[in-house]
């Protein structure tokens, strides 16, 4: 694994010496309700997240408002099949008045508050509420301008990798940098709603490590906790989930959201997670120490006389581990005891004649 230099987000750091940071995404969860959105933000500090992200656009910063057919989602496996892109977009964008309000009460809760922008507007309007980092999602990342305008902050930002090939994700790593970005994390995502394990290729995680030398996390749509759990063992530093109040009360992403209790799950068992990984280590821990006595060892298993021979009817490979070790077996056998023994005598080199 690259010892890749961590990155600070609102103060706190995203690294390999630091538990994952688990952002809890609302989107469009609030079903338009700014005390909903309110209750969000309480139940991802309930639960244990570091920091809860909007989404900051409106339905004309990210499509027209024109009745033709590419701007109807056609896919029959999106939960959204059917439905005309402005028009889901206005029932699922946050009130730019919100923001502040939102943004004020996740900092009373001790998280970190941030955003993504979808288009240079917004990157003003966050600026203006002072968020201390930047989110571009998955369907922004190939929109360059929008990426310089980020990074012309000097804030770290976050980029998600869906749909991306790898001449695309050089050219936004180039153009984040360049523009004045030194604080970068990559998310692995798979841009589909809910995403399918089999579609997930987590092993992607510490190849883009490796190429792009940044902090590299997941941006999860898969139901449940499995894969972001998964993602920790293989080097993922920042999980995104996005968390809804009740998935039977609907909303436009509660399909593929969690519940609060199952994101107070994926904070605990992500960070357990990152603590059973530990280092390259060999031998007995010091957790393991009281253990130490009952390997395996050898042991006289009849009463002998002192003359006696060792053979396999009186020497046994038994615990607990006080005696020779058992790699002595062949060589103890045919030799003659020095003492009388009592079964269950711990062998030592004292006891050969």
């Not at 499509?63 to 896919?75: A, G, L, Q």
């Not at 940044?214 to 894969?227: K, N, P, Y």
Request: hydrophobic share 40%; glycine share 8%; proline share 5%.
């Amino acid at each position: 694994m690259t010892n890749t230099k961590g990155v600070y987000l609102g103060g706190r750091l995203v690294g390999e010496s630091a538990p994952p940071f688990v952002v809890a995404e609302m989107s469009g969860n609030h079903n338009r309700s700014l005390d909903r959105a309110l209750a969000i933000v309480q139940a991802a500090a309930d639960c244990g997240a570091h920091a809860i992200k909007l989404q900051t656009y409106t339905a004309d910063t990210i499509t027209m408002n024109v009745d033709r057919e590419e701007f109807y989602i056609r896919s029959k496996d999106s939960p959204w099949a059917g439905r005309h892109l402005y028009e889901l977009l206005e029932q699922a964008y946050t009130p730019w008045e919100w923001h502040e309000s939102l943004f004020r009460r996740a900092r009373e809760l001790g998280l970190v508050a941030f955003s993504t922008p979808f288009d240079e507007t917004a990157v003003d309007y966050l600026e203006e509420l002072g968020v201390p980092c930047y989110k571009i999602g998955s369907f922004e990342n190939n929109h360059l301008p929008l990426i310089r305008k980020v990074a012309s902050t000097g804030k770290p930002m976050v980029i998600s990798t869906g749909m991306a090939s790898l001449a695309e994700l050089d050219e936004v790593v180039r153009a984040a940098r360049d523009g004045g970005c030194s604080e970068l994390v990559l998310l692995k995502c798979t841009s589909n709603y809910p995403a399918t394990p089999e579609s997930s290729n987590l092993v992607t995680i510490p190849h883009l490590r490796e190429l792009f030398d940044c902090q590299v996390g997941l941006s999860d749509h898969t139901l449940g906790i499995g894969a972001a759990v998964a993602s920790i063992a293989l080097g993922a530093t920042f999980i995104e989930k996005h968390l809804t109040l009740s998935r039977v009360e609907g909303g436009v992403d509660a399909d593929f959201s969690l519940e609060p209790h199952e994101m107070k799950n994926l904070v605990y068992e992500t960070e357990r997670a990152w603590q059973a990984l530990g280092s390259i280590y060999y031998g007995p821990t010091k957790a393991e120490g009281g253990s130490l006595a009952f390997r395996r060892s050898l042991y006289i298993a009849e009463d002998m006389n002192a003359g006696d021979i060792l053979t396999p009817d009186n020497l046994r490979v038994v615990r607990p581990g006080l005696g020779l070790a058992p790699k002595y077996y062949d060589l103890l056998l045919g030799r003659k005891v020095n003492q009388n023994l009592k079964k269950g005598t711990a062998t030592s080199w004292d006891i050969l004649a």
